[in-house]
């Protein structure tokens, strides 16, 4: 089966600066990634999706790339704020299974001010 | 409008007891996922819905859990028998239609807020 690692599991930046995670996943089959981030006591919340046929994508301040050939990818924030702070989780989809996600450990990012 | 909602948000037990988890899908969501988070862990796929069949339960950790869907809408998660290591997060997903084999329509999984359990 399929299998994602993600790293680092914990990461501080100051306020303002960029934020990247990185995940790396097993199965050249999977062709579908989100991310998501869970505020404490919260379900997941998907912030950011890419599709193995896209290398990359952008949404204001979030950006994903993807790389096929090292099935790896990174989750990016830039200009982080307060607010950011959260465990983040990317995950990896199988084509033509039952569309579970199999999801990394987690990173618990922390904005400083 | 409404997403998907979870009962009880916190659970205690005592070690053996039964305990049923709910999960209200959002409307005409077909496609429904039960997964376990613990403690500082991700998130551990346990089964699927389409429908009210669940073609893949391979993540249910032993014959003691098992999981309904009735009406294409409301499932229920119950662990017989309950045991410590039982305890975590557990979280129902929903999603509108999932990509059937090899088809390009993915469809985004969203999720509750959860269910804490606490198997003293």
């Known amino acids: 089966g399929e299998n994602v690692e993600q790293h680092p599991s914990t990461l501080s930046v100051q306020e303002g600066d960029s934020a990247v995670i990185k995940c790396t996943y097993s199965?050249?089959?999977?062709?579908?990634f989100p991310w998501y981030k869970q505020e404490l006591g919260k379900g997941p919340q998907l912030i950011i999706d890419?599709?193995?046929?896209?290398g990359e994508k952008k949404d204001q301040r979030i950006a994903v790339t993807l790389n096929k050939t090292a099935k790896h990818f990174s989750l990016h924030i830039t200009e982080t704020q307060p607010e950011d702070s959260a465990v983040y989780f990317c995950?990896?989809?199988?084509?033509?299974?039952?569309?579970?996600?199999?999801f990394g450990t987690g990173t618990r990012l922390q904005v400083t001010l | 409008g409404a997403g998907v909602s979870q009962s009880p948000s916190n659970k205690v037990t005592e070690k053996g007891k039964d305990v049923e988890l709910r999960c209200d899908p959002i409307?005409?969501?077909?496609?429904l996922y039960w997964y376990r988070q613990s403690l500082g862990q991700g998130l551990e796929f346990l089964i699927y819905?389409?429908?009210?069949?669940?073609?893949?339960k391979s993540g249910l950790p032993s014959d003691r859990f098992s999981a309904e869907r009735t009406g294409g809408s409301v499932s229920t998660l119950t662990i017989q028998r309950t045991q410590q290591e039982d305890s975590a997060v557990y979280l129902c997903?929903?999603?509108?239609?999932?990509?059937?084999?090899?088809?390009?329509?993915?469809?985004?999984?969203?999720f509750g807020p959860g269910t804490r359990l606490l198997v003293l």
């Open positions: 997903a929903s999603s509108l239609n999932p990509p059937y084999r090899g088809g390009p329509n993915y469809k985004t999984q969203y």
């Open positions: 199965d050249s089959a999977s062709n579908y």
């Open positions: 890419i599709r193995s046929n896209v």
């Open positions: 995950a990896a989809r199988l084509t033509g299974t039952a569309s579970k996600l199999t």
């Open positions: 409307s005409g969501h077909t496609a």
């Open positions: 819905f389409q429908g009210n069949s669940a073609p893949d």
